[in-house]
């Protein structure tokens, strides 16, 4: 019973991101939506920002399943590194689009007065790890080769590259893992781009420059046979 009213009281503060955006969401809302006095919400979620954590992890564990199914999808078919990268990046994109309100809740702006606890840090790097995985995979098998010379990373990124690679663990040379972080931000920065209506009058045919701008920082990556 509680995890059904759990579920319920989710799926009614997801309608309100839709409605009132994050800054909007209400506890007393959503129990009057759901026919409840304000207090027994509080009983399931003591205040806003507990709601808003779970209503985060919930979203971040949604897009690195849809990256996880995407991957070994595209494994099982035998896909090159280049091809499992781009199914990830197509797996975010299609999540992002079906889902703009809670894409905006965890890559839009901060929510005023709200800092996400630790609890949100397992959910958000599940999509990274899939990622993390493909590079050191096409590292591990001699796969990579930049689309020309790349520049060092700079020694004052020494300090940030070791933290990346401590956090999730990466096992590749830093220049590997600057070249990885600059593409997977550029995921993220494109598809924010498109939701949040950056391209209009200017894009499209927006799956296909998606696809070409993957390609495009795939082979910043180093997959050799990006398409």
Known sequence: MRAELVREITGIAREQLATAGAAGLSLRAVAREMG??????YRYFPSRDD???????????????????????ARKEGEPFAGRWLAVCRAVREWALAHPHEYALLYGSPVPGYEAPQDTVPAALRDTVVFVRIVEEAHAADALDPAGPCP?????????????????????PEDVIARAFTAWAGLYGTVSFELFGQFTNVIEERA????????????????????
């Open 36 to 41: 409840m006095v304000s207090s027994a919400i």
């Open 51 to 73: 709601l808003l954590t779970a209503l985060i992890i919930d979203g971040y564990n949604a897009v690195g399943e849809a990256v996880e199914r995407a991957e070994e999808t």
């Open 152 to 172: 060092p990373a700079p020694p004052l990124l020494a300090g940030d590259l070791a933290r990346a690679r401590a956090a999730l663990p990466v096992n590749a």
């Open 208 to 227: 296909a420059y998606f696809d070409h701008s993957m390609a495009l920082l795939g082979r910043l990556v180093g997959f050799r046979n990006a398409p």
